[in-house]
C-alpha cells in the first residue's frame, strides 16, 4: 500500500490550487482527479469575476493556464476515481477500483454532479444524446440542442452552444429566471437562442436519429424535435464514500487539520472558481501549519 504525506482527491480549481501551493511549501502532494484537471470550468463560457482578467477569460482557457502551473511544479496525479475514504484513527485510506494508498492529511476536493431526469423520463435509445455537462458537446456545431433549466448554467450553456454555430433552445418550465441579468441579457442579443417559459419536459423519443420531446406548455402539449438535450437542473456533492469511522470523526479531523473539505463539495449555492481557490490555497496553509506543528496565529 503505497503512502503520501498528502492526498487531493479531486483536481478542479479547489484541489489543484491546493497542490500547488502545497507543492511551493516543498511537499510532494498526490493529487487523484478520474476525468481531465480543471473541473466545471471546462463548462464555463466566460469567467468574469476571477481577478485578473479584466475581459473574462473563458473557463476552458483559464484551465490551461492552471494547468500549466500545476505540470511545471511537476505534481503527481494520477488518473482514477477515488471510491472509499476511511481513517483508523492514525491514516486514512484511500481506495480506488485498483488500488489502495495511505496518507496522513487528506484534501476532499471532489466537487458536484450534475442532477440528472427523473427515473423512467429518458428511454435507453434516446441516452446518448443526452447530456449533462455542455463541455460533451464543445465538438458540436450547427445542431439544433434543447436546455432544460432556468438558472445561470442553462443561459451560460446556451451562449456557449450559439457561439460554436448551433441553434438552442432554453425550457424553463415556471416564469422566474434565476440566472444573473447580463447573462439573460446577452441570450436575448443571440438570434440562434430561443427561450420558452411555462414549458415542462414530460416525454423523451428517439425518432429517426433526432430526439422528439414531448413538452407542456400554457396552450397544452406541443413537441419538438433536436439533435441534443442538455439538462442544466442543478448539482449536488459528490466525492467518494466515507466510512462510518470516518464520517464519526469527521468534525474532529477537521478541527484538527488533518481533513479538509474545499471547493464546490462543502460550499453550496457558492459555487465560484475565485472561492474554490481561495479554499484550495487556505487547505494547503493550514497543512502546512499542521505538519510544522504549528498554531494559527
Not at 81 to 86: G, L
Not at 148 to 159: K, N, Q, S, V
Request: aromatic fraction near 8%.
Amino acid at each position: 500500500m503505497k503512502h503520501s504525506v498528502v492526498m487531493i482527491v479531486g483536481g478542479g480549481p479547489a484541489g489543484m490550487t491546493a497542490a500547488i501551493q502545497l507543492r511551493r511549501y516543498g511537499f510532494d502532494p498526490l493529487v487523484f482527479e478520474s476525468k481531465r484537471l480543471g473541473g466545471l470550468l471546462w463548462n464555463a463560457n466566460l469567467v468574469e469575476n476571477y481577478p485578473g482578467f479584466p475581459g473574462g477569460i473563458s473557463g476552458p482557457e483559464l484551465v490551461k493556464k492552471i494547468s500549466q502551473q500545476f505540470s511545471h511544479l511537476g505534481i503527481r496525479m494520477k488518473r482514477q476515481q477515488i471510491e472509499r475514504v476511511d481513517y483508523d484513527g492514525e491514516i486514512f485510506t484511500v481506495e480506488s477500483k485498483y488500488q489502495s494508498f495511505t496518507c496522513d492529511v487528506l484534501v476532499l476536493a471532489a466537487g458536484t454532479k450534475p442532477n440528472q431526469f427523473p427515473s423512467g423520463l429518458i428511454p435507453d435509445e434516446a441516452a446518448s444524446r443526452v447530456y449533462y455537462e455542455v463541455s460533451d458537446l464543445a465538438d458540436r456545431c450547427k445542431a439544433s440542442i434543447a436546455i432544460i433549466g432556468a438558472g445561470d448554467a442553462a443561459f451560460d450553456y446556451a451562449l456557449n452552444l450559439a457561439s460554436w454555430e448551433n441553434e438552442v433552445m432554453i425550457f424553463n418550465r415556471g416564469t422566474e429566471i434565476k440566472a444573473l441579468p447580463l447573462l439573460l441579457d446577452r441570450v436575448l442579443k443571440f438570434s440562434s437562442i430561443t427561450y420558452y417559459q411555462n414549458t415542462s419536459l414530460n416525454a423523451v423519443q428517439s425518432v429517426e436519429g433526432k430526439l422528439q420531446l414531448g413538452m407542456v406548455d400554457v396552450s397544452g402539449k406541443t413537441s419538438y424535435k433536436v439533435d441534443a438535450l442538455l439538462g442544466a437542473l442543478g448539482r449536488s456533492p459528490t466525492g467518494p464514500h466515507r466510512t462510518e469511522r470516518l464520517s464519526a470523526n469527521l468534525a474532529h479531523l477537521q478541527e484538527n487539520g488533518r481533513l479538509h473539505l474545499v471547493g464546490d463539495l462543502h460550499n453550496g449555492i457558492y459555487r465560484q472558481t475565485a472561492i474554490a481557490v481561495g479554499d484550495g490555497l487556505k487547505a494547503a496553509m493550514k497543512i502546512y501549519q499542521f505538519l510544522r506543528g504549528e498554531d494559527e496565529q
